[in-house]
């Protein structure tokens, strides 16, 4: 089971990387959406797979009765899913005003704040 | 998407699924839910309601600016955690009463006013973006 | 992993009993204060003339929490707050050592100097947009990342303050900083993700978060897992998070776009919080591991210095020059991880202590520098000395103790550094170390003769007057600066003592498992 999670992380991580080193920015956010997935799915093959029950205590009880699945990967995950969805949105809002503002999605082209022709410095004084 | 089928349902649907929302975000103690998810049903049905009628009316329709109910539910949260100094255990530590109020016990307690912060950080925060892309998206 | 628990547990051994010492809430309570403060300023929308005060009170009560935190631990030693009243590992631990209290300290001292900077920095649109708030939350995300005793807690606080800075960046919404944020925003997530990667593998591998649980785990499982792929992978994210060459794009490419304040809040804050994390996973959680790196390290930390300084002497512009000179001091701080023990560790952290004051300090100062010249490059900028002679000392003292040179604050960290170097054999890092200075001097130099030494068009007699809002803020740093070069003894003795609690870090251990082990 952990060898066939650790090839889907795999193909997940691939599919990342590949986006990640397009030229532009709307790939690159969709390689970092990805990127976030798989890192998800590395922690959750990360905590053990199990096929056990949710964890989660009956009536009665006080504790766990049987073997249950390790809740803390999952309490990581969602912690990990929270925060890669706002930065989605985030940059996702970036994108499109770095779109409609500069006029390219193109990384090349972006060097708006990179200097120009500039001059070699003074070298004397 | 001002079609008159979608602008006839779309109140209904609304407020439908606020109330959804809020029976998420109260039975997340023990089961399934909580203010995360709840406030994601929320800020989907002040979406809903600004594709029938348009952003403004949304905005007029919460009356406070969505980043004001943010700071208010950081602020809850934060109190939340800081209310444990008076009863001497650590940060965060969850503290229940159970005050009567007509005759039904209700279980009140630190915890559920942390995940009513989360709801509406969730709400101000993710419906203050979703709000602007609908508004600059167009019609 | 399954777990079979006895249906009737007894909770009682999983719950602090005991409760908490009015001094533990200090631990906690720089988190709760920024975030309180910063709730507050984002619920008061519509009087923004309020925000300033507001905030700049809030930033004084935090120096006030840190500075009585950083006595009680120097005192007291490592101090430690659970969360929940659940035990470590268990629960989510905030533990405050000597290196997490001063780097406190420093972070909410240049965040004060710099709150007061922006009365004349930020208009009433940059208020409006929330910079005060987000400065807050800043602070929230800094104060809780150098506190905070649990490694995917240290993952949830560099977010915060990753999303707070995205927002300080695109304040303005001018091109320039779109484009510099989306170059910042991407490559620093791209940051982050690599460390979640690092701390997936890491509770895979050792089955727990909490960093006193790390450091007392990793020392038997040192044969059979593969801590040295861990700490390799940590290194790579938090290098650059603290823009270690090879992975320092980001930074020149977007520092010099946001308002100066925001320029001078990351250039003190944000790589030193990946410098700190740096320091704490790899000399604290991982020092054989750490052994075992140093050869990389080192080589990185002279390629950063040496490609930084290179850098900066190739810019015309005030900012960017700034923006390679921070690169540059990163370096510094890697070489003395790299080498280690008390006098490489210590002169890491005192450096990074040191580049908060400074390089917060020289950004100020290019503010100050293009409204007095209405210019940001040294081609065109001259003159200023005639315009305004103080502001122009104190800038010459940041250059001097940026170029490490007596008897400013850069000096003994070098001393410190070139010393730890020499001691283990590696005289080439140690040449790197001076030669490193010795060419930021040539830089800061240049930097001081053109701009404020050259004659300008200006008419000589006439002194432009500078609000003390504007010129507080640097007098302060610099003072700082010249303070601890005249006297370094106190927070000499502090650092030895924060680099051999790292080192060694029973105290640590001991604070966040009272009774032993449960």
New interface residues.
Partial sequence: MEAWFALLVGIFFTVAVYLLLSKFIIRVLLGVAILGNAVNLLIFAGGRLTRDVPPIIPDGAEALVAPAANALPQALILTAIVISFSFFAFLLVLSWRAYKDLATDNTDEMRVAEPVDEPVPPLGY | MKSVIFRTVAPVLTSLMALFSIFVLLRGHNEPGGG?IGGLIAVSALAIYGMAYGVETVRRAIFF?P??I??????AA??A??IS?FA???????LWIYPAILGLEVPLSTVLLFDAGVYLVVVG??GS?AL??EE?GGE | MAASIAPSADLSTALVHAPPTAAAWLVILPVAWCLAVGALLVMLRRPIALHPTIAIVGLAGLVLIDGLLLREVAENGPMTMVMGRWLPPFGIAFTADLTGALFALAAAIVALVAGVFSLADINDSGRRYGFYPLLMLLMAGVSGAFLTGDIFNLYVWFEVLLISSFGLLVLGSEPEQIDGTVKYGFLNLVATTLFLIATGYLYAVLGTLNMADIARKAEGLRDSAPLVTLAGLFMLAFAMKAAAFPVNFWLPASYHTPRVVVSALFGGLLTKVGVYALVRVMVMLFPVEREELSFVLAVAGALTMIVGVLGALAQTDFRRILGYLIVSGIGSMLAGIAVGGPGGTGGAIFYALHSMLVMTGLYFASGIALRLGASSSIDTLAGLYRRHAGFAALTLMLCFAVSGLPPFSGFWPKVMLVKAALDIGAWWLAATLLLAGFLTTIVTGRLFLLAFWREGAHAAGEVEALSPATLGPLAVLTGLTLLIGLYPEPLLVMIQNAAAGLAEPSGYVDSVFPGGRP
């Avoid at chain 2, 001497?88 to 969850?94: A, K």
């Fill in positions: 995360f600016h980043m004001a943010a700071g208010a539910g950081l602020l934060t109190l955690g800081l100094i001497r255990v650590p940060f965060m530590t969850g925060a993710i973006i602007s892309l600059r």
